[in-house]
């Protein structure tokens, strides 16, 4: 059976990817900041292992590469992410949130693909994935403000969408996701979509992809986003 490495994967969209990637037979390597008090993450049933990360604390996620070096890896899902401060004008921006939600958002994920590559290289699908946003689209960007998720977000495609080029000669796909407006903590209650949809449509999205859809942005009901 395949495996995938999830990171976030406590609470969320990315405990949703973990119980249905378990479900599903698949072998989960579930990451997260705080697995004691991971109560729903370390319920879930199937090969599922837990592991320590926050994705900020780079030494850390050099170290988890090195304990995980006999593993291959088929699904690499950089799904951690932070919203950061809401309702920031332009005139009164938190920049060291600012530099925060970007070392999350934007950084970590090429940290972590950068240290799992060889783990992902072994993999039969050899696929990264980043869970961004549509908030981090240009095109769609009519109403303003959100400066800090927006400009994370964005700079997270940029990121993913050069790495898509680099990686190309080693056969190893990366694709950006974005999972709709969803009922999580982050989403929020008025949200569009409940987690197993999302998860439910990118797993979709995800089991048809080919190595010719590397660098594309996807929604999670398979249709292309605007950059
Ligand atoms: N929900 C939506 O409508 C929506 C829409 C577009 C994109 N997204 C994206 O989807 C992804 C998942 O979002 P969600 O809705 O599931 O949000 P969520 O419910 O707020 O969960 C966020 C997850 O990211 C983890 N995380 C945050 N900072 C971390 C760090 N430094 N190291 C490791 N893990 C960290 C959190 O862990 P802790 O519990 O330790 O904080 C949590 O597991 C994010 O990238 C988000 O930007 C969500």
Known sequence: ?????????????????????????????????????????????GQ??????????????????????????????????????????????DYAAWAEVFRV???APLKVSAVFLDHVRRGNHKLIV???????????????????YRSSKAALNAVMRSLSIDLRDQGIAVVLLNPGWVRTDMGGPGAELEAFESVAGMRDV?????????????NYDGTDVAW
């Open 206 to 218: 995800i089991a048809g992809l080919s190595f010719e859809d590397s660098g594309r942005w996807l």
């Open 105 to 107: 958002n934007a950084m």
């Open 1 to 45: 059976m395949p495996t995938c490495l999830i990171t976030g994967a406590n609470r969320g969209l990315g405990l949703e990817f973990a119980k249905q990637y378990a479900a599903d037979g698949w072998k989960v390597l579930a990451t997260c900041r705080q697995p004691e008090t991971a109560d729903a993450l370390n319920a879930v049933e």
């Open 130 to 148: 980043a869970i961004t946003s549509k908030m981090g689209s240009l095109a769609d960007n009519t109403s303003g403000g959100v400066y800090l």
């Open 48 to 93: 599922i292992q837990v592991y320590p990360l926050d994705v900020t604390d780079f030494a850390r996620v050099e170290a988890l590469g090195r304990r995980l070096q006999n593993e291959a890896i088929d699904l690499l899902i950089n799904n951690a992410g932070v919203y950061g401060p809401r309702l920031v004008r332009h005139d009164s921006v």
